[in-house]
């Protein structure tokens, strides 16, 4: 007698709730009920409101600040395994705190490593992730991390756009191997911008490398936080003679003021995913939908079929 694997159920912290019916409704399933109770000093508690027992489960979360989505993913993760849940996989379209993934100054916290460490102590069995920050975050995990590329995403949207004399540029240099892989696939000429930071999120100077001249330029990062490093690239490259100036980053934090920044740069478009909410009422900003990518992979995992096709670059 034949054996067929029971099909998986599919969960979505809050924060992602979007996000996760796209997901669902692209896998061809429901979302799951999960009911979160919330006492008045601001501690919650979820609880899965159906059975998961001996099932596959994928909690779809991104754990961007504040602090509470991280928390919710921990919690749904050990609430799973305390259901008995067979595999647990932590879907996370953008994983959170990965920019301090080294000590660059004494007495400072690895939190990327961290937070590898609370997942798998919570029970997740499995992390699917998206243009992690550092790709040596992988190592921090002792269990399986698919780390997908929005390059799939981006790629075609690129050369439907017929951009002559395309410049791929990166805002920074701990960006140029993603601006080469890029360059390489659209064969096009690269250059990168060399900056200096007075602290966190303010640049006290920058550089350009590479002549950008006459050129459609494409700005590609992981994220876009403040918009500062953005906004004044594309300011330098407008400056040096570059034609347009467009920007391609895979997860839109868009914190502070970023949005009036983009409104009023010389950034002919931004162009993100929608791993993270954003505002999607502004000229500037183009959204990409992640949904069918996240869902594809989540069917081959479950099915134990190659995902290989899914890395672009």
């Known amino acids: 007698m034949s054996y067929q694997v029971p099909e998986p159920k599919i969960f979505a912290c ?14 061809g399933a429901d979302l799951g009920k999960v009911l979160f109770s ?24 991104s754990t961007n600040p504040s602090s509470e989505n991280l928390m919710e993913m921990l919690l749904m993760i050990d609430a799973a395994k305390r259901a008995s849940a067979r595999h647990i996989t932590a879907v996370m379209p953008y994983f959170g705190w990965a920019r301090q993934d080294r000590k660059d100054k004494p007495r ?6 961290l937070i590898a460490k609370m997942l798998e102590t919570a029970g997740a069995t499995r992390i699917i992730t998206m243009d992690l920050h ?10 399986p991390v698919d780390h997908l590329f929005a390059s799939t995403l981006f790629l075609p949207y690129l050369k439907k756009l017929n951009l002559d004399n ?12 993603r601006a080469y892989a890029y360059s390489k696939a659209l064969e096009s000429d690269v250059v990168i911008c060399y900056k200096q930071r007075a602290k966190a ?13 006459g050129k459609n330029v494409v700005l590609v990062d992981d994220m876009v936080d403040t918009a500062g490093t953005l906004t004044k690239a594309a300011d330098l490259m407008m400056e040096r003679g570059a034609k347009s100036v467009r920007a391609i980053t895979t ?10 920044k983009i409104e009023k740069s010389k950034l002919s478009e931004l162009i993100v995913t929608d791993s993270i909410p954003v505002q999607q009422d502004r000229k500037k900003i183009k959204v990409l939908g992640c949904a069918d990518l996240f869902a594809d992979v989540m069917h081959r995992v479950h099915h134990n079929t190659s995902i290989s096709s899914k890395f672009l670059m």
């Open 14 to 27: 809050t924060q992602s709730t979007v996000l996760g019916e796209k997901i669902a409704a692209s896998y």
């Open 38 to 61: 919330r006492y008045s000093d601001g501690e919650f508690q979820p609880s899965f409101e159906e059975s998961i027992r001996g099932a596959r489960i994928f909690i779809i979360g």
């Open 108 to 113: 400072v916290p690895i939190a990327a490593k």
């Open 134 to 143: 550092a790709d040596q975050i992988q190592g921090f995990f002792e269990k």
């Open 166 to 177: 395309l410049c791929i540029a990166s805002p920074d240099m701990g960006g140029s191997k």
């Open 201 to 213: 999120n303010v640049i006290s100077h920058m550089e350009l490398i590479g002549d950008v001249n």
């Open 251 to 260: 997860h839109g934090l868009l914190s502070g003021n970023a949005y009036e």
